[in-house]
C-alpha cells in the first residue's frame, strides 16, 4: 500500500539528480521546489558508477549531502538503489553482466537498463548495493518510500539465461517429455532427448522476425521465464532493504501496458504501483486513462503512485511538441482521477549534457521562475496544497470489468495466422476507449481474479483460457453475470496448444455457439452486418458460427459473400446470466451502440453524462465520493449537473443545472 501515514497530501515532487551539478545550484533548487510545493523527491536513480567506485568500495559521501540538504528543506524522499545502470569498470571486469540481444549480439558497456537479469555478477552486486543502502539510511524518517532500480524491462538472451531458462522449464515440466508433449516438439522434429539442447528463442534459433517464431510454445515460455527473472531481481533488492528496513513501502516505476513484464504477477509481489506516464501529445484521452486504470487494475483496484510525467515536454519521440498550457494539470489530475495519490515528474532541473538535456523539466536552463513550466508546476502545487488528504487512499467503484491478460497478449501476437493486423491490445482498447469516451469506470482485471462483485465482464480475444478460469466464468454467468467476448477466444490451453472438439474450446457451452471457421480480412476488404436496423462493417475477421443452444442477436447475419446470413452477434442464456459473443470487428459506433445497450439492460450507469471530450470518473471511500470532471476540449464545455455540487479545490458550490468548464478545465467536485 502507499504509506498514508507519511502522507499529509498527494506527494508532489519527482526526480531529482543534483549529482550532475555543483553543489551552489543545489540551495537554488531547493528554494525553487519549494516554491513551487513540491514536497518530495525521488533521489539516486542512476548513481550506481559513483557509489560504488570499485569492487570493494562503496561511498556515499555525496549522496549523504544530499539526503541531509532535502531532509533540512522539509522534503520527503523517495529512495532509489541504483541498479538500473551497471557501473563501466564492472562490465569490464566481469562481461557475464552484459546482455546479448534478441539478434545474438552481445553487448558492451553502454545504455541503461543494460544488465542481465541472470548474471551472477549483476544479481551480488545489485542486492549488496540496496542493502548498504538501506542499512546506511535506514534512520532517515523522511523516506517514504524505495524505488527499486528504475523501469524494469528488456530482455536477455545470453548463454547464463539459457541455462537459468533450462532450469525454469525443468522446475516447470519436471521432465523433458512433458517439454515435448507441450511445445508439440514432434512437429518439425524438435524433439528433445536432453534439457541443454534446449536454446533461447531468439534469431539464431526459432524466430525469424521479433514477434514472429516458429514455435510459439517456446517463444512463451520464453516470455514468462523473462519476466519473471527481472521480477526475481525486483524481490531480490526489495528483500534486501525489507531485511534491514521490514516496514519499508518497496515499489518500482512501471511503465503502463508494458509487453515484456507480466504486470500482474508483478504487482503482487510490490507493496504499492507506481507507474511512468508518457502519453504522445496526440494520444486520445482514453487511450492514457487506459494505462492509469490498468495500474489500478494490477493491483487489485488500490491507489498508485503516478511516478513520473513529463511536465512539458519529452526527448525521445520524433516531434516532441510542448503539452499545451493547462495540460500537464489536465493530465495531473487525470491520473488522480484514475487512482493516482501523487503527482511526480521526471524531472526537477534540466540537465546540461547527454540525451535528455532537452526533456522537459521543474526548473529549465534559464533557472528562471518566469518560465511558463516552472509557474504551471507552481500554481498546480498550491492546489494540491488545498486538497490536502481529501482524496487519499480513495477506490474506484465499477461493475464493468474489461480482462487483460499478458499470456493472451503474448500468445495472440505470436500466432502465425490469422491476421497479422490481429492486436491484442487493439481489440482491447475498443471495447475500453467506448466505456470510458461515456464516463462508465471501468476496472481492467486478470483472467483469475474475482469476477463475483461485477455485473458485466468483458473479454476481448481471449484466445488462451488457462487451467480451469472457464470453470469461474461459467459460475459468474449461471449466477446472475452478463459475460463478453469476442472471436479468436477460446482456441487455446495455456500451453497454446489447441483445445480440441469445435472452437471456442472450453468456451462453447459457455456461448452456445460452435465457430467452425475464421475469414481473415484484408485492410481493403469488409463485410457487413445490421444491429436494431442500422448496417455497420465487419472487418478484421469474420468468424462463420452456428448457434448451438445461443440466439442471434444481430439482425441476419453476414450481409455478403457465402457466409451470408451467419450469425454475428449471440446471446446465450446460461443460469441466471447471459453469454455474449462478437464474431467480427467493427466501428467505434457500432461498440457505442451495443456497449451501451449492455449497460442499460444491466442496470449500469456512466458516473455523469456529458458531451464528448469531457471525462468523468469517480473514487471512492467511507466518507464520501468525488466525481472528477476534465474538460480534454480546448474550448469551453457545458455540462449539466444533477445536484448541487462542491469544488474541491476552491470550495465554490455549483448549484445543479447548466454548468461552463473551461478548456483542459479540471473540477473535483463533492455532493452538497
Ligand atoms: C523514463 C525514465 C527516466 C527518464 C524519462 C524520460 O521514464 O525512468 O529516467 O529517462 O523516461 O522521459
Ligand atoms: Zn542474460
Given at each position: 500500500m502507499i504509506p498514508y501515514e507519511k502522507l499529509d497530501k498527494i506527494a508532489y515532487g519527482g526526480d531529482y539528480n543534483p549529482e550532475q551539478w555543483p553543489k551552489e545550484v543545489w540551495l537554488e533548487d531547493m528554494e525553487m521546489l519549494k516554491d513551487a510545493g513540491i514536497d518530495i523527491v525521488t533521489l539516486n536513480v542512476f548513481s550506481w558508477a559513483s557509489l560504488q567506485p570499485n569492487e570493494s568500495t562503496y561511498d556515499f559521501k555525496r549522496l549523504d549531502e544530499i539526503m541531509e540538504l532535502v531532509k533540512a528543506n522539509g522534503m520527503k524522499v523517495c529512495l532509489a538503489t541504483s541498479t538500473a545502470v551497471h557501473p563501466a569498470w564492472m562490465a569490464k571486469k566481469y562481461p557475464d553482466i552484459l546482455r546479448v540481444g534478441f539478434d545474438g549480439r552481445k553487448r558492451k558497456f553502454g545504455d541503461r537498463h543494460n544488465s542481465c537479469p541472470n548474471s551472477p555478477t549483476y544479481r551480488k552486486y545489485s542486492v549488496a548495493l540496496a542493502e548498504k543502502l538501506a542499512e546506511h539510511y535506514k534512520d532517515y524518517d523522511n523516506i517514504v518510500a524505495w524505488h527499486i532500480s528504475n523501469e524494469f524491462g528488456g530482455e536477455c538472451y545470453c548463454e547464463n539465461c539459457e541455462?537459468?531458462?533450462?532450469?525454469?522449464?525443468?522446475?516447470?515440466?519436471?521432465?523433458?517429455?512433458?517439454?515435448?508433449?507441450?511445445?508439440?516438439?514432434?512437429?518439425?522434429?524438435?524433439?528433445?532427448?536432453?534439457?541443454?539442447?534446449?536454446?533461447?528463442?531468439?534469431?539464431?534459433?526459432?524466430?525469424?522476425?521479433y514477434d514472429r517464431t516458429t514455435f510459439q510454445g517456446i517463444s512463451l515460455d520464453y516470455r514468462r521465464f523473462m519476466s519473471d527473472s527481472i521480477l526475481e531481481c525486483y524481490v531480490s533488492e526489495q528483500d534486501a532493504v525489507k531485511n534491514i528496513l521490514p516496514d519499508a513501502a518497496v515499489t518500482t516505476n512501471l511503465m503502463g501496458f508494458y509487453k515484456p513484464l507480466d504486470y500482474f504477477k508483478w504487482a503482487k509481489e510490490m507493496d504499492f504501483v507506481s507507474w511512468d506516464n508518457y502519453p504522445a501529445n496526440e494520444d486520445s484521452y482514453a487511450k492514457i486513462a487506459m494505462a492509469h486504470d490498468l495500474m489500478r487494475g494490477i493491483k487489485n483496484g488500490e491507489p498508485f503512485a503516478l511516478m513520473e510525467q513529463t511536465p512539458s515536454v519529452t526527448n525521445w519521440l520524433p516531434y516532441n511538441a510542448l503539452k499545451r498550457p493547462g495540460v500537464m494539470r489536465l493530465w495531473s489530475y487525470q491520473a488522480v482521477a484514475h487512482g493516482a495519490d501523487t503527482v511526480m515528474f521526471f524531472q526537477m532541473r534540466r540537465s546540461i549534457g547527454a540525451c535528455e538535456k532537452y526533456h522537459g523539466a521543474v526548473i529549465d536552463h534559464a533557472g528562471s521562475r518566469e518560465a511558463r513550466v516552472y509557474k504551471e508546476v507552481a500554481a498546480l502545487g498550491k492546489e494540491l496544497k488545498r486538497i490536502g488528504t481529501k482524496t487519499l487512499g480513495m477506490k474506484t467503484k465499477s461493475e464493468i470489468a474489461l480482462m487483460m491478460d499478458w499470456d493472451n497478449w503474448w500468445s495472440v501476437e505470436y500466432s502465425a495466422g490469422p491476421s497479422q493486423n490481429l492486436k491484442y491490445l487493439d481489440e482491447f482498447a475498443r471495447f475500453y476507449e467506448v466505456l470510458r469516451n461515456m464516463n462508465y469506470n471501468v476496472d481492467i482485471v486478470s483472467a483469475d481474479a474475482d469476477f463475483s462483485g461485477y455485473q458485466l465482464v468483458i473479454a476481448p480475444v481471449y484466445y488462451m483460457v488457462k487451467g480451469n478460469d472457464d470453470e469461474k466464468i461459467l459460475s459468474f454467468v449461471k449466477n446472475g453475470g452478463t459475460f463478453l467476448t469476442t472471436f479468436f477466444s477460446g482456441y487455446v490451453d495455456e500451453h497454446d496448444l489447441v483445445t480440441i472438439g469445435g472452437y471456442p474450446g472450453k468456451l462453447r457451452d459457455i456461448l452456445g455457439i460452435w465457430v467452425e471457421e475464421e475469414d481473415a480480412l484484408p485492410e481493403e476488404m469488409e463485410n457487413e452486418f445490421s444491429y436494431k436496423g442500422k448496417t455497420y462493417p465487419a472487418t478484421l475477421l469474420c468468424d462463420l458460427l452456428h448457434l448451438e443452444g445461443a440466439g442471434q442477436v444481430d439482425d441476419n447475419g453476414y450481409g455478403t459473400d457465402f457466409y451470408k446470413g451467419m450469425p454475428v452477434i449471440t446471446k446465450n442464456a446460461f443460469g441466471n446470466g447471459n453469454a455474449y459473443y462478437l464474431a467480427t470487428a467493427s466501428t467505434e459506433e457500432f461498440y457505442r451502440t451495443f456497449l451501451t445497450d449492455l449497460c442499460e439492460e444491466q442496470g449500469i450507469k456512466p458516473v455523469l453524462e456529458t458531451p464528448a471530450g469531457v471525462e468523468v470518473t469517480s473514487r471512492e471511500n467511507e466518507k464520501g465520493q468525488l466525481v472528477y470532471i476534465l474538460n480534454h476540449n480546448d474550448s469551453e464545455t457545458e455540462l449539466f449537473l444533477p445536484s448541487a455540487m462542491q469544488d474541491v479545490i476552491t470550495g465554490k458550490i455549483h448549484p445543479a443545472g447548466a454548468f461552463q468548464l473551461a478548456a483542459k478545465d479540471v473540477k473535483i467536485m463533492e455532493k452538497v
Open positions: 541455462k537459468a531458462f533450462r532450469v525454469w522449464l525443468q522446475k516447470k515440466y519436471k521432465v523433458i517429455d512433458e517439454v515435448n508433449k507441450v511445445w508439440n516438439t514432434a512437429f518439425w522434429g524438435h524433439t528433445f532427448y536432453d534439457w541443454d539442447e534446449i536454446v533461447a528463442p531468439n534469431l539464431n534459433s526459432e524466430h525469424f522476425e
